[in-house]
């Protein structure tokens, strides 16, 4: 990364749109040269975030409706992917650095954002194994689950000329809230799922808080990236979000 990244922990829980937009926003910056990299860790809204692919499915609208139906916002996601579901109870960690030719340092950027979210459930006291589980939602090899499952923790990436962006979603609470909604969105996408592969921190250690991970988050992300504390994003920023907000939504 850049000698002084900064960090961001601003979120726009009411308006998950915006909150993935500003994601977008910085990454196009990045790209430009006119933002530093920056690391984003943060609580969401309410969200089914749709992969590029999950769109092309017959059954695209009739998943979207059942993440509505839970109050969930769908929205497509940035990076690649199928659907995962997350909200409050969750924190995002993102990753966006400038970057050279497309298609460099995948792998490492996957190893090192799997590195940190190992850290942070460490330092909680939950231990969690890489790799895909049998029948997994959003299945990858990064993804990040406890020996015996559940999976915990998913990772993304989306690079463009000039920029890459990895993502990493922590699921804390309310694991039988995600099986319910991923077993009935996998479902409206013709998708093989095993719900039960799905879960959060609190399936297995109770006494975890989502405010207890989003602490051990920032703290983890500025003793390996040493960056420069950053306040609200500049206006012109909020602003390029607030354009691209509509281009995460899905088009029925």
Do not use: W
């Amino acid at each position: 990364m850049n000698t002084s990244p900064r960090i961001l922990t601003v979120a726009f829980p009411n308006d998950p749109a915006l909150d993935m937009a500003l994601t977008a926003a910085l990454l196009d910056e990045v790209a430009a040269g006119t933002s530093p990299d920056t690391v984003r860790v943060y609580r969401p809204g309410p969200t089914v975030a749709f992969g590029r692919m999950d769109r092309l499915a017959g059954g695209f609208a009739r998943a979207c409706e059942a993440a509505r139906a839970r109050d969930l916002t769908p929205l497509v996601r940035l990076g690649g992917g199928r659907a995962a579901a997350y909200g409050p109870d969750s924190v995002i960690v993102e990753v966006i650095r400038a970057a050279g030719r497309i298609g460099e340092g995948l792998e490492q950027r996957f190893a090192e954002l799997a590195g940190l979210l190992t850290d942070v459930l460490g330092r909680l006291g939950v231990a969690v194994e890489l790799g895909e589980l049998p029948g997994e939602y959003c299945p990858g090899r990064f993804s990040l689950h406890l020996p015996d499952g559940p999976k915990l923790a998913g990772i993304a990436q989306r690079v463009v000329a000039g920029a890459a962006l990895a993502s990493a979603v922590i699921v804390v609470d309310h694991g039988p809230a995600l099986r319910a909604v991923i077993a009935e969105v996998y479902a409206a996408l013709g998708l093989e799922v095993d719900p039960a592969t799905a879960g959060a921190i609190t399936d297995r250690y109770p006494g975890v808080g989502t405010e207890s991970v989003l602490a051990c988050a920032v703290e983890a992300v500025a003793e390996r990236y040493e960056p420069t504390v950053s306040g609200d994003p500049a206006p012109q920023l909020l602003q390029r979000a607030r354009e691209l907000a509509p281009t995460v939504e899905p088009r029925l």
